[in-house]
């Protein structure tokens, strides 16, 4: 590491007591251990390359002649750590509420946000990413402070009345860039926790295909019929869900509570299996899955039910009066379940209210090891449906850091489709938490609908979201053009390589009051080729001018590239660090797809898809022609500085159907499944 930042003497520590006892004192780390008050106390850094982790050491000495005055419940410890430069930029991530963070911009340590999970900051010379820790059963916060040169830090466990703690409570890691320094915090957070990173989580492969969600569509009304009404519209339109998720509504339950594992029998007569069995004969849809609670429902199991009875073994009955799965010993509940869905030809599990721990567990467990029991428990049931599962709602940190293999999280909170004006709000989660939530998770961006003011952005953006793309509309209410651009004729979705980011230039701006958000990814095709693309959205209310280039997709090192302007639909030749301007009006997007030049010409793929560059899946550049694999036959365009003189398609002659733009050549095929092989010669 450079020279330290963090400081590591005088920590400000407050220890608040039960019985209204408060400490104030200053720890010096790696001094060893100090005593004030029959309080003994430790503070210990850990250096690995580019990181720095601190542990505190506590013990409050007990007398069994005088009452007690143990840790309070509700955030016992807080330390101020001096910083020897104040940052110039900081980007925080705070939970807003118990299930999603979102992003602020602070003007100051000082003005960090209550609850934040995450704090980025710039300094002169390098970039630090800063992770308040979860510990085995004590979780870490940064808070708002007094000083502007010093990080604010309160832990809690949620339960009361602890006498010792040895807790990692913050991790500093540094890099020359924010992916640098957020890549290196994981890293060590990987090994710590011992959790897989995104790249070795593996994607279930029914979100690699286009699918739809019932919440938006019918609430808690959904029902058997409702789900067959939209398979037969979906089918009529051709449009090609292989996958549907029946949401909230399906369960057999008494108020907020699980009653019983099988559907709602007026709702789904006969359980799922005559639903799923016909859906999956008709050859449309392939996968199902379903919606339910962490806790089976969302106040857990009923106690008075047969189930309850049934798994009083895995299940635990808590202080705050929830029946619930048992973080120890509650994989039985799961995995009954999972086992009892399987057979009905259900394939998958989305797990909402996952943050709900602290108030499950609350002087029951410590929330570190509730929710990391408890999720070790959930994906041990999961494993009955190969591992096959969306998390939700569980961005708070314990979780994040919680989970043994599943790969797929939601990344931000609800699409609101009836709140036009919510469309920034989501995009801004979606955007900023991908910065940290991708190092471990295929980032969820959440359903859409295909009719709505802002569907063609938010097409985009779940084509460039690198996860899983569906949508939610109403009985009637799909419209295919605007599927259209996000899959193959199959269904299958062309996924770019990891969840899109802001540009670097973006993460320390709020671009709702200033300039445009750009948000950059890539995508890498069958024979390894790399391009990418970068999406600009205005966010103000004034037209904005902005500049880009293909230096900020930091994966991107070709020399020189072709830049297509997917909306506009034109190229140009760029070197790979070469500025680009761009003007976008107030509410306006932008869709820019560089793809890497060879001998001056490049492949664009399928041009009336948003990453469709990605279709040709193999190319070869030969001095007099190239040859190009496309994954299925479409509207087909290259850009080129040289003169085509003939084209086939699987050997038939197609060039007098070509169609040139300046640089830029279309060739309209008619769009077919099935891989088509182009080869086109070149004027010498």
Not at 214 to 227: L, M, N, Q
Not at 244 to 270: N, Q
């Amino acid at each position: 590491m450079k020279d330290r930042l963090l400081l590591t003497d005088n920590i400000a520590l407050t220890i608040r007591r039960q019985r209204g006892q408060t400490l104030n004192t200053a720890l010096s780390a790696d001094t060893g251990w100090s005593e004030t008050d029959n309080i003994r106390m430790q503070m210990q850094t850990k250096e690995s390359e580019n990181c720095l982790l601190m542990t505190l050491g506590l013990s409050i000495h007990t007398n069994t002649l005088e009452p007690s005055c143990l840790l309070e419940k509700e955030r016992p410890v807080r330390m101020a750590f001096p910083l020897s430069e104040k940052p110039q930029k900081i980007t925080a991530f705070y939970l807003y509420n118990p299930w999603w963070t979102r992003p602020s911009f602070p003007a100051s340590c000082a003005e960090i946000p209550d609850n934040t999970q995450l704090a980025l900051l710039q300094f002169r010379d390098r970039i630090v990413c800063l992770v308040p820790m979860v510990g085995e059963h004590f979780k870490a916060v940064l808070c708002p402070g007094e000083e502007d040169h010093c990080l604010f830090l309160e832990m809690t466990s949620f339960k009361g009345g602890v006498s010792c703690l040895n807790e990692p409570v913050l991790l500093w890691a540094e890099g020359d860039t924010v992916m640098q320094a957020v890549h290196a915090a994981f890293s060590m957070l990987s090994e710590i926790k011992e959790i897989p990173l995104r790249k070795d989580r593996r994607i279930p492969e029914m979100f690699h295909y286009l699918g739809w969600c019932s919440w938006d569509a019918f609430r808690t009304d959904v029902c058997a019929e409702g789900i067959r009404e939209k398979a037969s519209e979906l089918a009529k339109k051709q449009v090609p869900v292989r996958w549907m998720l029946i949401d909230d509504g399906w369960m057999t339950s008494t108020e907020k509570t699980l009653a019983d594992y099988k559907p709602d029998p007026v709702k789904f007569p006969g359980g799922f299996g005559p639903l799923t069995k016909d859906l999956r004969d008709a050859g449309q849809i392939r996968w199902f899955g379903v919606w339910h609670a962490l806790g089976g429902y969302w106040d857990g199991v009923d106690p008075e039910s047969t189930l309850a009875g049934d798994l009083k073994d895995s299940l635990l009955g808590t202080s705050a009066g929830h029946l619930v799965p048992d973080p120890d010993r509650g994989s039985a509940f799961y995995h009954n379940w999972y086992r009892e869905l399987r057979s009905e030809g259900i394939d998958f599990v989305k797990v909402d209210g996952q943050s709900i721990c602290p108030f499950y567990y609350e002087d029951t467990v410590p929330l570190s090891r509730a929710a990391r029991g408890i999720h070790q428990q959930l994906e041990s049931g999961v494993s009955r449906m190969d591992g096959n599962m969306i998390n939700c709602m569980g961005m708070a940190m314990e979780n994040v850091l919680a989970r043994p293999s599943s790969a797929v999280s939601r990344n931000s909170d609800d699409f609101l489709p009836e709140k036009e004006e919510s469309f920034v709000e989501h995009l801004m989660q979606n955007a900023y938490n991908a910065l940290y939530h991708n190092e471990i998770y295929c980032c969820d961006w959440d359903m859409f609908w295909t009719k709505h003011v802002h569907a063609k952005k938010h097409a985009l953006l779940r084509a460039i979201s690198g996860g899983p793309v569906y949508f939610s509309d109403k009985t009637g209410g799909t419209d295919p053009e605007t599927l259209s651009c996000l899959s193959y004729l199959d269904g299958r979705i062309l996924m770019m390589d990891r969840s899109a980011m802001p540009t670097e230039d973006c993460v320390f701006t709020d671009p709702r009051e200033d300039g445009v958000l750009k948000l950059q990814n890539t995508g890498t095709r069958e024979d390894g080729t790399r391009g990418g693309g970068i999406a600009a959205l205005n966010l103000t209310d004034q037209e904005q001018t902005f500049s880009f280039s293909a230096q900020e997709i930091p994966e991107l090192t070709e020399e020189k590239y072709w830049m297509y302007d997917f909306l506009k639909g034109t190229v140009k030749l760029v070197t790979r660090t070469e500025k680009i301007d761009g003007t976008l009006p107030s509410g306006d997007f932008a869709w820019y797809v560089f793809v890497p030049a060879v001998n001056n010409t490049a492949c664009l793929g399928l041009l009336d898809k948003y990453a469709g560059f990605m279709a040709a899946e193999h190319t070869k550049a030969q001095e007099d022609c190239d040859i190009v694999l496309l994954y299925e036959s479409g509207k087909v365009g290259w850009a080129s500085k040289r003169a085509i003189r003939q084209v086939t398609a699987d050997g038939i002659d197609v060039t007098d159907r070509i169609i040139k733009s300046g640089d830029l050549f279309t060739l309209p095929l008619p769009s077919k499944k099935g891989k088509v092989v182009l080869t086109i010669w070149w004027e010498s």
